[in-house]
């Protein structure tokens, strides 16, 4: 059983508050992703961190931030929400050589 | 930039019938990760079957089985005796294994599976 958790679970938010979405995994893995995934459940690869003070933007441009403090903690950070915003969240992690193991998602409503 | 393209946005099976969900991705690399996750409505990404490039032994998890063709760049999932159950959005993905550090999961755009009772 995969030991990465999102919280909340669901969040709906007014336009232009600051939200954090967090995450932790208790496996140990250097490698964190964070997706978006739309309504029609494409996933987007929007930030993701090799280890410890590195992160890089994925593949869909966002105006999300990331951190990555410590090894277990890779949270996301939206400064100013949007409706444009709304959507579902997916974190997940790996070591090098194995799969992902995804948390169960935030799903981020803006009114 | 390697690509996942799955073809058939929806499918449906009979329960107890035998599915197969296609696959194919764009890479130049030739040492890689392949993988199929399950989404159930629930939303929870699981892993369901991976395979190794380097491996021509097509993997096998119980009901799930997989036709890797590495020359043709195709990775099929097959799905033996349905179950109700096995309603989800199944993803095809990719990972590179040549170049650390260069180890983004790239997925496919899904496929629907609906079991028919």
């Known amino acids: 059983e995969a030991d990465i958790y999102q919280t909340p679970r669901y969040l709906v938010i007014g336009t232009g508050k600051k939200i954090t979405l967090e995450c932790s995994q208790t496996?140990?893995?250097?490698?964190m992703y964070w997706y978006q995934q739309d309504p029609g459940m494409e996933l987007h690869l929007i930030h993701y961190?090799?280890?410890?003070?590195?992160?890089e933007k994925g593949d869909l441009s966002s105006e999300s931030t990331v951190s990555r403090i410590r090894t277990e903690h890779f949270p996301l950070t939206l400064e100013s929400a949007r409706p444009s915003h709304t959507s579902q969240y997916l974190c997940?992690?790996?070591?090098?050589?194995?799969?992902?193991?995804f948390g169960q998602g935030t799903r981020l409503t803006v009114v | 930039a390697q690509t996942v393209t799955q073809s058939q946005p929806e499918m449906s099976v009979q329960e107890a019938e035998t599915v197969t969900l296609s696959c194919t991705y764009d890479?130049?690399?030739?040492?890689?990760?392949l993988f199929w996750y399950k989404q159930p409505p629930s939303r929870q990404m699981i892993l369901v079957i991976r395979?190794?490039?380097?491996?021509?032994q097509n993997a096998t998890e119980n009901r799930f089985s997989v036709n890797f063709q590495k020359a043709a760049k195709s990775f099929s999932l097959k799905i033996s005796d349905s179950q109700l159950g096995d309603a989800a959005m199944y993803f095809c993905?990719?990972?590179?294994?040549?170049?650390?550090?260069?180890?983004?999961?790239?997925f496919g755009t899904g496929t629907r599976l609906t079991i028919i009772p």
């Open positions: 997940a992690s790996s070591a090098r050589w194995t799969e992902a193991f």
């Open positions: 496996m140990g893995h250097d490698k």
């Open positions: 961190s090799y280890g410890v003070n590195s992160t």
């Open positions: 890479t130049s690399e030739s040492d890689y990760y």
């Open positions: 395979q190794e490039a380097y491996k021509q």
């Open positions: 993905a990719y990972r590179s294994r040549s170049n650390f550090g260069n180890e983004k999961l790239t």
